[in-house]
C-alpha cells in the first residue's frame, strides 16, 4: 500500500506553496468565474473581464492550462478559433474561488468601512 505524500505549505519547497501563487493572481479567480459558466474563446474573455490586457490574458491561460486548470482547444473554422474550457480539476477549483468571489461581493462594504476608520484614525495621529 503506498501512502499519499505529506505537503505543508509553510515548507518554502512545497510544490503546493507554488499553488498559492497561481490563487494570488487577481486574474485567475475572474478567468475562472467566466468559464465556469460556459466555455469561451479569447476575445469573449477578455470582453467578460474588464481591464485585463490580452497580454495578461494569454499568460494566465497558458498558466492555468500548463496547472491543468483550462483547456485550449482549437476549432477548426473560419477563421480558425481558439476556446477555453474548465477541466474537471479547473472546474473542481472554480467552486472555491465562486466562494471567493460571493465572500468579496457580500463582504465589501465591511472592508471599505475599515479602510475609511482606519485612514480618519492616521489623521488623527500627530506627526513629528
Request: charged letters at 25%; one cysteine or more.
Amino acid at each position: 500500500m503506498t501512502s499519499l505524500p505529506s505537503y505543508n505549505i509553510y515548507n518554502l519547497y512545497c510544490p503546493a506553496r507554488l499553488f498559492f501563487e497561481t490563487l494570488a493572481n487577481k486574474w485567475v479567480l475572474l478567468i475562472m468565474n467566466v468559464l465556469e459558466c460556459s466555455p469561451q474563446h479569447f476575445n469573449l474573455l477578455k470582453k467578460n473581464i474588464e481591464g485585463i490586457s490580452p497580454k495578461v490574458l494569454s499568460q494566465t491561460l497558458k498558466n492555468l492550462e500548463r496547472d491543468g486548470f483550462v483547456k485550449r482547444t482549437v476549432i477548426d473554422s473560419s477563421p480558425i478559433r481558439v476556446e477555453y474550457a474548465l477541466t474537471p480539476l479547473g472546474t473542481d477549483f472554480s467552486k472555491t474561488a465562486y466562494l471567493l468571489k460571493e465572500w468579496a461581493e457580500q463582504n465589501i462594504d465591511r472592508v471599505l468601512d475599515a479602510q475609511n476608520a482606519y485612514d480618519a484614525n492616521l489623521k488623527k495621529i500627530p506627526t513629528d
